[in-house]
T-cell receptor, first 112, second 115 residues
Framework: DQQVKQNSPSLSVQEGRISILNCDYTNSMFDYFLWYKKYPAEGPTFLISISSIKDKNEDGRFTVFLNKSAKHLSLHIVPSQPGDSAVYFCAASEGGSYIPTFGRGTSLIVHP | DTAVSQTPKYLVTQMGNDKSIKCEQNLGHDTMYWYKQDSKKFLKIMFSYNNKELIINETVPNRFSPKSPDKAHLNLHINSLELGDSAVYFC??????????????FGPGTRLTVT
């Protein structure tokens, strides 16, 4: 049973436009959410996170939005750059369990 | 100056063999992890060590055993390898015990192929 779902395996975007990556979760106990970025043959690298007490967190070109009622979060990248082409993983955890649950990732391709 | 390093990067071996994957972090973190990324691309946590003590042990076969000689190293030993063990294994570390899901720093991964 997937508790963190990234239903789009891939996304293609033109350089300069907005990329929106989506993530849904089923566990209402999740209270902390993270996005990781992964290039081929490398490990995931932390990108941005958000606590359930917030609905938005911004860091430069990256913004994460959290809709708790819909159990949905999204990562916005504006403007998208070719170097953003990577696999993006959504992860979620409960403070008490300490175990992050990852989605299966969305492959973003940004075309020049 | 790699923060989290793993060796080897690729490992090809036959069924029934015993192998080890080494992990080292130079970030001074207290907690280290092993993840398995299977063919469906899910990253699943296997073990976590905090200050050399096992604090998470997911339901992995006991053929897998983590060994932590000190808090900068967490090695993974696998006995009697099976075809289904083929995957990419990632080591990771984080600043403290993952009380509030502090972000983790991952190694480059070890691609294990069992033939």
């Amino acid at each position: 049973d997937q508790q963190v779902k990234q239903n789009s395996p891939s996304l293609s975007v033109q350089e300069g436009r907005i990329s929106i990556l989506n993530c849904d979760y089923t566990n209402s106990m999740f209270d902390y959410f993270l996005w990781y970025k992964k290039y081929p043959a490398e490990g995931p690298t932390f990108l941005i996170s958000i606590s359930s007490i917030k609905d938005k967190n911004e860091d430069g070109r990256f913004t994460v939005f959290l809709n708790k009622s819909a159990k949905h979060l999204s990562l916005h990248i504006v403007p998208s750059q070719p170097g953003d082409s990577a696999v993006y993983f959504c992860a979620a955890s409960e403070g008490g369990s300490y175990i992050p649950t990852f989605g299966r990732g969305t492959s973003l391709i940004v075309h020049p | 100056d790699t923060a989290v390093s793993q060796t080897p990067k690729y490992l090809v071996t036959q069924m029934g063999n015993d192998k080890s994957i080494k992990c080292e972090q130079n970030l001074g973190h207290d907690t280290m992890y092993w993840y398995k990324q299977d063919s469906k691309k899910f990253l699943k946590i296997m073990f976590s060590y905090n200050n050399k003590e096992l604090i998470i042990n997911e339901t992995v076969p006991n053929r897998f055993s983590p060994k932590s000689p000190d808090k900068a190293h967490l090695n993974l030993h696998i006995n009697s390898l099976e075809l289904g063990d083929s995957a990419v294994y990632f080591c990771a570390s984080s600043q403290d015990a993952p009380v509030t899901s502090i972000e983790q720093y991952f190694g480059p991964g070890t691609r294990l192929t069992v033939t």
